[in-house]
DNA sequence: GCAAACTCGGACTAATTGAGTCCTATATCC
DNA sequence: GGATATAGGACTCAATTAGTCCGAGTTTGC
């Protein structure tokens, strides 16, 4: 659950290197791809794929090379990130696609449905300017209070922990 | 990044199926497995596992059996699944162990934590009791509003969302 | 004591997914 | 036309997940 795959890793740094350019500037793959030491081919495949989802826009050529189309506030993490992210749903059954045979009777689809809205929501509504920005410029832990109604005291939960950060 | 495992679905039906149980019943690895349909070894792992988490109990023996340790609502949602995770952090590099080579410089692991941890935050928040709960149960609409400051206006993303729900 | 019903837990295999490479075609600039 | 880019598919190898199997230990009832 919820590792990001390298891909996205790679697609957020360089998001975040080309949202540091000046407005006509742009950069190549390859030197995208060294700066941030990462592998070449791949990085241009990423490349591509943040074209097509409308991240960034490229020009061919000797002197081409990729820029955003948007600035880095206008650019949503979970934009960034949903290419490479082959099930971006919590389950598969959120589909709905009749992909599961126990679908009829059910007591998980609907619970899980509403948590994967939830954080999906939550993910889009974040910007690639916040996400990165240093410090307390998240704001996600300031705008949204810690809710209170029957909720699990968090010291009674002292199991393992270990990559829970 | 987050589908759940298959693991931790199956862990989940269980568990709620453990939760409707009266105070001093408790049912077999095999019931459960046929009840929900799902494969009788490997609900035993599960549940196995779930003990070891400390989520439920178990007896052996010829009326031997499953039961949860604690109602419900105390038990974290994060809690079932996390045995069932193996990469629980957002991104490798979050777990400091120095597992990344391009740790010192990086722009990217700063962020990631702070999210990662605002996410577990919220899942070790959500007791099992709340998240299976039909209808409106759930409250975590109802608890965080959208925050307002330089956020993406999320008509302007008009990709995919295949999975997205 | 013994058999039946059950859990325990590791070892093992198969299937899926992810990461990364390679190769060819095409566009642009000088 | 040659140098430098992107475009994009096919491919291989590694890592993870899903699921199975089997032997051992435990409790209950007869
Ligand atoms: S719809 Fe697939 S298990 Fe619930
Ligand atoms: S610390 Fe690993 S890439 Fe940032």
């Given at each position: 659950?919820?590792?990001?795959?390298?891909?996205?890793?790679?697609?957020?740094?360089?998001?975040?290197r080309l949202g540091?350019?000046?407005?006509?500037e742009q950069l190549p793959a390859s030197v995208l791809a060294d700066d941030g030491d990462l592998p070449r081919d791949l990085t241009a495949k990423i490349l591509q794929e943040l074209r097509q989802a409308g991240i960034v826009q490229s020009s061919r050529g000797v002197a081409?090379?990729?820029r955003l189309v948007r600035p880095l506030d206008?650019?949503?993490?979970?934009?960034?990130?949903?290419?490479?992210?082959?099930?971006?749903?919590l389950a598969?059954?959120?589909?709905?696609d009749g992909?599961?045979?126990?679908?009829?009777?059910?007591?998980?689809?609907?619970?899980?449905?509403?948590?994967?809205h939830w954080l999906m929501g939550h993910l889009r509504g974040l910007s690639m300017a916040e996400f990165v920005g240093p410090g307390r410029g998240l704001g996600l832990t300031v705008d949204m209070?810690?809710?209170?109604?029957?909720?699990?005291?968090?010291?009674?939960?002292?199991?393992v922990r270990r990559n829970a950060l």
């Open positions: 659950m919820w590792k990001l795959s390298r891909k996205s890793e790679y697609a957020l740094m360089v998001v975040q540091a350019l000046g407005p006509s081409g090379g990729y206008s650019v949503a993490f979970l934009d960034v990130v949903r290419p490479f992210e082959e099930h971006l749903g598969d059954c959120v589909d709905g992909g599961c045979k126990r679908a009829e009777g059910c007591t998980l689809q609907g619970p899980v449905a509403r948590l994967n209070p810690q809710p209170s109604t029957g909720r699990v005291s968090s010291d009674r939960l002292g199991s």
